[in-house]
């Protein structure tokens, strides 16, 4: 059982830079793959990043060179480092868990998920 929490959301200007921070609860935290999606109003919750239980990382085209996602083994920390934000980023940000390391842009290879945290970025 992994239990996420997400932070670090708040409101931002274009072009700002936000970290965002999930906590896991679970002594094999390592073990998982890590993912981070977003879900803007109206619309369906898509693929952000990912990293997996060897530090292998995927993103979204959307996101590519102005996102990062890294974890902190000794804290059972995953962040999200956003860059250039754009108005576009806008959403509630979810942390999720994984058992696998394949096809990890896919909602449905998660096990688990966190509460959420609202980004939102003005113009």
């Known amino acids: 059982q992994v239990q996420l929490v997400e932070s670090g959301g708040g409101l931002v200007q274009a072009g700002d830079s936000l970290r965002l921070s999930c906590a896991a609860s679970g002594r094999t935290f390592g073990t998982y793959s890590m993912g981070w999606f977003r879900q803007a109003p109206g619309k369906e919750r898509e693929f952000v990043a990912a990293?997996?239980?060897?530090?292998?990382?995927y993103s979204a085209d959307i996101v590519k060179g102005r996102f990062t996602i890294t974890r902190e083994y000794a804290k059972n920390m995953v962040y999200l480092q956003m860059n250039s934000l754009k108005p576009n980023d806008t959403a509630v940000y979810y942390c999720?868990?994984?058992?696998?390391?394949?096809?990890?842009?896919?909602?449905?290879?998660?096990?688990?998920w966190g509460q959420g945290t609202q980004v939102t970025v003005s113009s």
């Open positions: 990293i997996t239980w060897s530090g292998s990382t």
């Open positions: 999720a868990a994984a058992t696998g390391r394949t096809d990890l842009d896919f909602k449905s290879k998660y096990q688990y």
